[in-house]
């Protein structure tokens, strides 16, 4: 597995942000390779810590309209994407999600 950390800064309140937030995470549902996503926020800062079947899925969803689309809206900035290797053994453990349900 491969896990993919997106943060950028908000204009928008996250109430407001509610409706589009909750249309994108259903499209999310559709992403071919995403196991899990879990949405976090500090302040205006929003983002999500994704978790894919592999590198190349991650890449695919990175290289996306989706991802485009969200990159490109003017109230978002200070986009900040990190990649990370997956402890497999080690989250299996601690009950991270499995790549099988992808």
Do not use: C
């Amino acid at each position: 597995m491969h896990a993919v950390l997106i943060t950028f800064t908000s204009s928008a309140s996250v109430d407001d942000l509610k409706g589009p937030f909750t249309d994108y995470a259903n499209a999310l549902r559709g992403v071919s390779g995403l196991v899990a996503k879990t949405w976090i926020q500090d302040g205006s800062t929003l983002g999500g810590f994704h978790i894919f079947a592999s590198r190349q899925a991650a890449e695919n969803y990175l290289n996306s309209q989706m991802v485009a689309d969200l990159t490109s809206n003017p109230a978002f900035s200070n986009f900040q994407i990190r990649h990370f290797d997956v402890l497999d053994e080690l989250s299996a453990i601690t009950g991270s999600p499995q790549a099988a349900r992808a």
